[in-house]
């Protein structure tokens, strides 16, 4: 029986959109097989949030991958979460450092990464990658594994 105590967004047809950076809007569930290892992969094309220095927007596509634990992320806290990064100003790196980080302190996962693929301003794209990997268990080396690999073969930037 899953533990949906708690879900306040799931359901909610008077969602209230929070435009300034909140973790808070994050919600778990009870993940019906933990004796499982499996990935849950989110896609967010539309992730927007403003240049620390210029106040500007910046656009990107946010990927996130992992392997839950005990808790999982519910889908819509997930959305409003990343939306509350609209008129937050960071650099991109740090947004997906404070994307994972949230969210490992959020579920505990196994293993999780997050990539930011942002548009190019003034000629420019970039695209941090971080991941975490459970310390003492295999995903700490996966982790490893997928870091010193990561990007081996990127993609066209003039596709974007």
């Known amino acids: 029986m899953t533990d949906n105590k708690g879900l306040t967004k799931l359901g909610n047809k008077e969602?209230?959109?929070?435009?300034?950076?909140?973790?808070?809007?994050?919600?778990?569930?009870e993940n019906k097989h933990k004796e499982n290892d499996y990935w849950v992969k989110f896609n967010c094309p539309e992730f927007t949030s403003l240049c620390p220095i210029?106040?500007?927007?910046?656009?990107?596509?946010?990927?996130?991958s992992y392997v839950p634990s005990?808790?999982?992320?519910?889908?819509?806290?997930?959305?409003?979460?990343?939306?509350s990064f609209r008129n937050h100003g960071d650099f991109h790196e740090?947004?997906?450092?404070?994307?994972?980080?949230?969210?490992?302190?959020?579920?505990?996962?196994?293993y999780?990464?997050?990539?930011?693929k942002f548009l190019p301003r003034g000629g420019l794209s970039i695209d941090p990658y971080c991941n975490y990997g459970k310390p003492g268990?295999?995903?700490?080396?996966?982790?490893?594994?997928r870091l010193?690999?990561?990007?081996?073969y990127p993609e066209k930037v003039d596709n974007r």
């Not at 210029?54 to 996130?64: E, L, N, R, S, V």
């Open 15 to 29: 969602t209230n959109y929070v435009f300034d950076y909140d973790p808070g809007v994050l919600e778990t569930f």
């Open 54 to 64: 210029t106040g500007q927007p910046d656009f990107a596509t946010i990927t996130i």
């Open 70 to 83: 005990e808790r999982m992320v519910e889908s819509k806290s997930l959305k409003l979460y990343l939306f």
């Open 94 to 110: 740090d947004c997906v450092n404070i994307i994972m980080k949230d969210l490992i302190r959020l579920m505990d996962p196994k």
């Open 112 to 116: 999780i990464e997050v990539w930011g």
């Open 137 to 145: 268990t295999k995903w700490e080396k996966v982790a490893d594994d």
């Open 148 to 152: 010193a690999n990561h990007d081996l």
